[in-house]
């Protein structure tokens, strides 16, 4: 119930349209009833009686009559059938655009924890297969589903207006039918929740290998991967097969029945017939009608696969649809009058992915305008200690304060648009270089655009290219080399003008030389700013105003450079690892 209750709100604006088709669904299907109503009246009227040819001859306008309105109605329910329909697919392109945006617009509300959960195959399943899936429920099944029991009901109530005897004996068999249906449904149902998942397991598949085809080539692991597919298309298929297939073991059942109404039919009717219970006109009448019982109890089979196909694929999107982020502004969020200053401070701060904890009360406190390094060994902490500020995460103990506020009591919009971050996986989106640049700040001037890739140390080699600051980069920036890469998005992060900048190893891929030029620029930025820069070289870090150890999630140790180097630690280490 909830699954309708979800379509219909999301038909606004076309549920009058979606009513109008239901009804017009209804007229149609009632129409079927007059071709055979008419043959009964003709045979009755114009074969049987015994001076047929004299009343033929003396009644002849009325016969034609008859004809000319039996075609007039094949003809109008023509007409209808093919508005009906266009009905059904314009509300259904409505509805589906609706629940594709709202997806959307949801999906990109989320927090790192959905991305965590949700794979991008599995998401982008969601938005296609599955919201078609939806449409076919709205255009297709729901339609069937009307119009069958539409044709069954109004045939049923036209057999009890010309015998009753016979119409019971007809529908008798119906609950042969309700006892498949309910057995069928409730073996195929979690058939195609499987069914689902496989679907989405095999575009995850798919998408991982697609994204990653380079780190695919270059461990030559083509036929793996395609082999890897390989066996999840043919787990798709086997239980597509096994859903569809299921069916099969019901329909002897059903097409016995639907055999066995004709029979019945011929019969009792013949019998019947002669016995003068009913008229030949009336024999016709059923004989003609027998189809509107039997085809609905054979398209039972496919309603039912549909249905379940929709249910599971309903379900998914609605996980979606509702999921709320839990990183969000709070009502009585608080609207910082002006600029961020950059002040930062993590109070006691704990934080876990899951049961797994990563940070372990972690207590630091950065000026406004300080440039503070972060060491430490890989998997210490020191992206997620980052992400904590901008509220990619959220703190499970403890809090992380900007200017003295708690993150979570600011409102997202304007903290995140305060910080700028330039992230250790470097995506550029296939725009010109002009638009990676400006992607946080797009009424920026051209010259603008060129002072941050300046500051990055980027205008030289861009100018180069072929097109210059319009250069197309390739999806994931394919045609520029890491360092290149690593350069555009410190002057993305550069371009908002941030009280606080973000670098995680952003200076990596670059030569020392490169780096120092960066350096001195983000000493000589024109704006203040806060910067935070995750280092793995000693060159990076060496100049900051301190230099904070990270270790299995806890801070090891806080100093300048001159002060670390002087103490045993991970910091004297690795500099004379590196000298
Ligand atoms: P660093 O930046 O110092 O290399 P990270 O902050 O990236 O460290 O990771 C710290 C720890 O948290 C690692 O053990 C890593 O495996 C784990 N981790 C990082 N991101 C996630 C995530 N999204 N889900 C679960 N665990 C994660």
Same mark, same amino acid.
């Given at each position: ?412 919009? &304007?903290?995140? %648009? =305060?910080?700028?971050? +330039?992230?250790?996986? /470097?995506? @550029?989106?296939?725009? *010109? !270089? ?101 280092? &793995?070289?000693? %060159? =990076?870090?060496?100049? +900051?105003?301190?230099? /904070?150890? @990270?270790?299995?999630? *806890? !801070? ?24």
């Amino acid at each position: 119930m909830f699954l309708f209750r979800w379509l219909w709100t999301n038909m606004e604006g076309y549920k009058g349209r979606y009513i109008l088709a239901l009804c017009l669904s209804v007229v149609c299907q009632v129409m079927f009833l007059v071709t055979p109503m008419m043959s009964q009246q003709i045979v009755d009227t114009f074969i049987m009686p015994e001076d047929a040819a004299y009343i033929i001859k003396t009644q002849s306008t009325l016969l034609w009559q008859m004809v000319w309105i039996m075609i007039g109605f094949t003809f109008l329910r023509t007409v209808i059938q093919y508005s009906t329909n266009m009905l059904y697919e314009v509300t259904s392109q409505a509805l589906i655009y609706r629940v594709r945006k709202k997806m959307y617009e949801n999906i990109n509300k989320q927090d790192a924890t959905f991305y965590d959960r949700f794979r991008t195959g599995d998401i982008m399943t969601r938005m296609t297969g599955d919201i078609d899936m939806v449409r076919h429920s709205v255009a297709w099944i729901i339609k069937t589903v009307i119009e069958s029991l539409t044709l069954f009901i109004a045939s049923i109530i036209y057999f009890f207006s010309m015998d009753w005897l016979t119409a019971i004996c007809l529908i008798a068999l119906t609950p042969v039918i309700f006892g498949v249906s309910f057995f069928f449904k409730k073996k195929v149902r979690p058939m195609y929740v499987t069914l689902r998942e496989k679907l989405s397991l095999m575009n995850t598949a798919a998408e991982e290998n697609i994204s990653g085809n380079r780190v695919v080539k270059a461990f030559a692991r083509e036929d793996y991967e395609i082999g890897k597919f390989d066996e999840k298309s043919v787990d798709y298929s086997k239980a597509n097969k096994r859903a569809a297939l299921t069916w099969l073991d019901f329909f002897p059942i059903i097409e016995i029945t639907a055999q066995a109404l004709s029979v019945i039919q011929l019969l009792l009717g013949g019998v019947f017939a002669i016995s003068g219970r009913i008229t030949v006109g009336e024999f016709t009448a059923f004989a003609g009608l027998i189809w509107t019982l039997a085809n609905p109890m054979r398209n039972i089979g496919t309603i039912i696969n549909d249905f379940q196909r929709f249910t599971a694929s309903a379900n998914k999107i609605i996980e979606v649809y509702y999921g709320r982020s839990k990183i969000a502004d709070r009502e009585d969020a608080i609207d910082l009058p002006e600029r961020i200053k950059g002040s930062i401070e993590f109070q006691n701060v704990d934080f876990s992915y899951g049961d797994i904890q990563v940070l372990h009360d972690i207590n630091l406190k950065i000026e406004p305008g300080e440039t503070v390094a972060i060491m430490g060994p890989t998997g210490s902490g020191k992206t997620t200690l980052v992400e904590l500020i901008a509220r990619i995460y959220d703190v499970n103990g403890g809090k992380v304060t900007v200017d003295g506020n708690d993150v979570r009591m600011l409102k997202l919009k &304007q903290l995140r %648009s =305060s910080i700028g971050m +330039a992230t250790q996986d /470097v995506l @550029l989106y296939s725009d *010109t !270089i002009d638009g990676n640049i400006a992607f946080g700040n797009t009424s920026m001037s051209e010259e603008e655009v060129v002072r941050c890739a300046e500051y990055a140390d980027a205008d030289g080699f861009i100018r180069k290219l072929s097109e210059g600051y319009e250069t197309i980069v390739g999806e994931r920036g394919v045609g520029l080399s890491g360092g290149q890469k690593q350069r555009i998005a410190l002057a993305r992060a550069l371009a908002v003008k941030p009280a606080i900048l973000v670098l995680d190893d952003t200076t990596s891929a670059v030569d020392l030389e490169t780096e120092t030029h960066i350096q001195e620029s983000l000493r000589n930025l024109d704006f203040p700013c806060t910067k935070i820069i995750i280092a &793995q070289r000693i %060159s =990076s870090a060496k100049d +900051a105003d301190k230099i /904070v150890i @990270l270790q299995n999630g *806890t !801070i090891a140790d806080v100093g300048t450079h001159e002060e670390l180097i002087q103490r045993e630690g991970y910091y004297r280490e690795v500099y004379e690892l590196q000298h």
